[in-house]
């Protein structure tokens, strides 16, 4: 099982994990210093690409909608932050990037080839459920926790500030979090009261739309399959769809699963 808790690229237990578009995780750090500009990134297709027919020739029609739509939930190919810049096709290619000051990565496990606005890897989204199990192991085996802004290999944690919820090692803390200014004011408290206390914050925390991050998700949208919040209903892509209340049908889907 722990092999299947450590980062492709570090090797080391995941810490902070995304999740990429083809649905293989990296710790966030290692996307991030793993990215480049779009620009120096050589895809190699299998096949020849030369238009949107034969790229989505071996795409069922829901997965097709990702392609040309942003009414669905596959990945949408725009410039905002949280979204990526491509949808994978079953080639591995992704569409080329928009501007010039797009980022790209290639997935270490898969190969794929992925581009991001100039947000970078910091759109993609947190693999909290993979946190939570590496959690778990490290509590389970009694490993120490590690720093999550060192480089290369990461030291054990000394402090994790509640506020900015990150651990920190004694050099980083020193460095990145020093105490002046406005971080004068956040709690630095011991990993393992850290982590107790994250988590039972995690459990209340109501999911935020990707889309309007302000926004807590309290709809179903019947139509695209996806939960939205209330400015996805007045203006996004959502507004004459059928939707219901998320909680009902949370309430409905563990009925059908019991």
Do not use: W
């Not at 649905?23 to 620009?39: D, E, F, G, T, W």
């Not at 079953?90 to 100039?118: M, T």
């Not at 890897?121 to 590690?146: G, S, W």
């Not at 200014?181 to 107790?196: E, M, R």
């Amino acid at each position: 099982m722990e092999e299947e808790l450590r980062c492709p690229l570090c090797k080391h237990l995941f810490r902070n994990p995304v999740l990429l578009p083809c649905y293989h995780s990296v710790c966030l750090n290692c996307a991030i210093r793993s990215q480049k500009p779009a620009q120096q990134t050589q895809p190699q297709p299998e096949g020849s690409l030369n238009n949107l027919n034969e790229i989505t020739a071996d795409y069922s029609d829901v997965d097709k909608l990702s392609l040309v739509s942003e009414t669905d939930s596959g990945v949408v190919c725009n410039s905002r932050p949280n979204s990526y810049v491509g949808t994978p096709n079953i080639q591995g290619i992704l569409f080329p990037p928009l501007h010039s000051s797009a980022l790209s990565l290639n997935c270490p496990v898969c190969q794929k080839v992925v581009y991001f606005d100039e947000n970078g890897a910091n759109n993609l989204q947190k693999n909290r459920t993979v946190q939570n199990l590496v959690d778990k192991y490290v509590e389970a085996k009694h490993l120490p926790v590690f720093c999550q802004l060192c480089e290369g290999d990461p030291k054990i944690a000394a402090v994790m500030c509640e506020q900015c919820e990150v651990f920190y090692c004694e050099s980083c803390r020193d460095n990145c979090h020093p105490d002046r200014g406005p971080l004068v004011k956040h709690s630095l408290v011991n990993p393992q009261q850290g982590k107790a206390n994250l988590r039972a914050r995690i459990k209340e925390r109501k999911p935020n739309c990707v889309e309007h991050t302000e926004e807590t998700l309290s709809m179903y949208c019947m139509i695209c399959k996806v939960p939205v919040c209330v400015l996805c209903l007045q203006e996004g892509n959502h507004t004459n769809h059928d939707v219901q209340a998320l909680g009902a049908m949370c309430k409905a889907q563990k009925k059908r699963n019991s």
